[in-house]
């Protein structure tokens, strides 16, 4: 740096004694032009030859081209001396800069280095970087002392770095090593309980797989699956993965993929279906279930029957599978891109479809995810606090209908059918079928079962008494029945909605006009006891009896309020029969209110 300052200081004195000699010699000529002046004055008054006068002329105009050369030569040099001068300074501040970032860099490195000497890296072996006396040597040599100062620096960092980073590798797997080695421990001890339970699991699996019932093999089905439109073969897949891992399930393809489909009809299906029978242990009956895909409407439909002994008997096909799922009647196409086919008025049709109904649960299953509920799906289940948190969406819905799931609720449907059956069996023989003992009662019912009839569908349609909210009418059969006791009797309609017993019968009551017995108050109050009997504990764990614990219930009721009535008109005063009465309507209301816990 000093020697950059030097030459500096050299280069500009220089330039000062060119210019000073520039501007002596300038001095001169003009002193000797003055000179030469006056001499020209007196000579021309003296002398007057012309030749003189010619020769001094020719030496005066020599000396002004020397000075004009001379003071053109002076501004040169002043010029190049300043360039000269911005060069330098510019250097010098440049170096200064230098300097000063390098000296900052060695502060900085020192600091990490003496960080990491202080630190946990203690053991890493520590490198010998001496830091030069920067004041003492020159600018280049300090220079190049300082670049090989901080390349020595960056090395010791960059080595400490990485065995740190080594260090904290180890000690990470040793943590993870000693992790597994205390997981792979406990895992050791539980093993023996684990086997155990695991052995107790596979039983009722093994006893499955060995009443696997016979269906087409794997392979046959998953060849004709090849043919089925998308949705179905979803289906297909799930029921015959499902049927070899749990069994009683049969599962078959009906139809022809050659056969021509007919496009201009807008409930038109699939040639081919898939067809699964659901089985359940202990019952000989099984549910058909098929379904078909409409390819024009980009959704599936479902039918059902109950099949026994190879044989269909329909009942009431398609209905046993209604309100399978919350408010899922099957009544409404449940893709909303259908609500704009003819112009905006399309509404599924089950007669045109063949008694075929589009389910939200089974278009769900087959992987139909497009789909929304209809909006009459989405206001009732508004209208329905305990169905608040229900999903509305084909991808909420699917994680409640998955293909498991909907076969056993499915296999509990048929259970509650059969059920169902056996005791409008028994009802039809004058027989009760649930004993008074089973529902907590104590003594036998006199009242008797005169009754009990199906009633067609058109008697029972529109039927205000059988209303319900939640359900709009839709039963899938109502009975009536009449009871008596004496010469008390009264009229019973029954309706049975698809999702029984999860949906309880309704009973409608209607006493005989002109009974003295019963009161219309009377009846209503026997009416409302008889339908909270689902509620009762002692139906808790044998819901698919509930109809028969109902009209059992029902005529032990009607014993009561017979017996209470009766009792309390033997007296002889009008005036005392007057009041009695009065009591008695109390000791009724008592009576009934009181329910199965008396």
């Known amino acids: 740096m000093t020697s950059c300052l030097s030459k500096l200081s050299d280069d500009v004195r220089l330039s000062l004694e060119k210019a000073q000699s520039a501007i002596s010699a300038i001095r001169d000529s003009i002193m000797w032009s003055s000179k030469t002046q006056i001499g020209f004055d007196s000579t021309a008054k003296e002398q007057s030859s012309q030749d003189e006068f010619r020769d001094m002329s020719r030496k005066l105009l020599g000396h002004f081209i020397t000075l004009k050369t001379s003071h053109d030569l002076l501004i040169k040099q002043v010029d190049e001396a300043r360039k000269n001068s911005r ?70 960092l960059l080595k400490r770095k990485a065995a740190q980073k080594e260090v904290d590798s180890i000690l990470q797997v040793a943590k993870k090593k000693r992790k597994e080695l205390d997981d792979t421990k406990s895992a050791l001890r539980d093993l023996p309980n684990l086997l155990s339970s695991l052995a107790n699991d596979l039983k009722p699996l093994r006893a499955l797989g060995q009443n696997k019932p016979m269906a087409q093999s794997s392979n046959t089905l998953l060849s004709q699956a090849q043919h089925l439109p998308a949705p179905l073969y979803v289906l297909a897949r799930q029921a015959v993965g499902y049927s070899e891992a749990y069994g009683n399930l049969s599962v078959s393809i009906t139809g022809e993929g050659s056969k021509k489909q007919v496009r201009k009809d807008i409930y038109a299906q699939h040639p081919m279906r898939v067809q699964i029978d659901v089985l359940c242990e202990g019952i000989p009956q099984s549910l058909r279930v098929k379904f078909g895909y409409h390819t024009n409407l980009h959704i599936v439909s479902v039918s059902s029957v109950i099949v026994a002994d190879g044989t269909e008997t329909p009942s009431y096909p398609t209905k046993e599978l209604q309100m399978l799922y919350p408010y899922d009647f099957g009544e409404e196409s449940p893709s909303a891109g259908n609500s704009y086919l003819e112009r905006g008025s399309f509404r599924f049709d089950v007669t045109k479809a063949h008694g075929c109904r589009p389910f939200v649960w089974a278009n769900v299953v087959c992987g139909i995810t497009s789909m929304l509920p209809t909006e009459s799906y989405n206001a009732r289940l508004e209208n329905e606090s305990q169905f608040a948190k ?33 005791q409008i069996e028994l009802l039809l023989s004058k027989r009760l079928p649930v004993l008074p003992a089973d529902i907590g009662l104590t003594t036998e019912p006199k009242s008797k079962l005169e009754d009990f009839v199906k009633l067609p569908p058109q008697d029972w349609a529109g039927d205000e008494r059988l209303a319900r909210e939640g359900t709009g009418g839709r039963y899938t059969e109502v009975w009536c029945m009449v009871i008596s006791r004496d010469s008390l009797r009264i009229n019973c309609m029954i309706g049975i909605e698809p999702d029984y017993p999860f949906g309880p019968p309704v ?11 019963a009161s219309e108050k009377d009846v209503l109050d026997l009416e409302r006891c008889v339908n909270e009997v689902s509620t009762s ?28 009535s009766s009792n309390l008109e033997d007296g002889d005063s009008e005036g005392r029969a007057m009041g009695v009465n009065g009591r008695a309507r109390s000791k009724r209301a008592s009576i009934l209110s009181g329910g199965l816990a008396r």
């Open 507 to 517: 009973f409608r009551l209607v006493c005989d006009k002109g009974s003295e017995i």
């Open 537 to 564: 504990e002692n139906v808790k764990g044998r819901e698919e009896l509930l109809l028969g614990a109902q009209i059992t219930a029902l005529l032990s009721y009607l014993d009561r309020l017979y017996d209470v």
């Open 87 to 156: 060069i330098e300074q510019d250097k010098l501040l440049n170096a200064r800069s230098r300097l000063d970032n390098l000296m900052y860099e060695t502060k900085m490195l020192q600091d990490e280095i003496n960080l990491c000497e202080t630190g946990p890296q203690a053991h890493v072996q520590k490198l010998d970087v001496p830091i030069p006396d920067f004041s003492s040597q020159s600018d280049d040599d300090g220079a190049r002392a300082h670049q090989r100062t901080m390349e020595a620096l960056s090395e010791e």
């Open 390 to 422: 229900w999903p509305v969406t084909a991808m909420e819905l699917s994680g409640h209908m998955r293909f498991k799931d909907v076969c056993e609720t499915l296999r509990t449907r048929l259970k509650s059918i059969v059920s169902l059956k056996k």
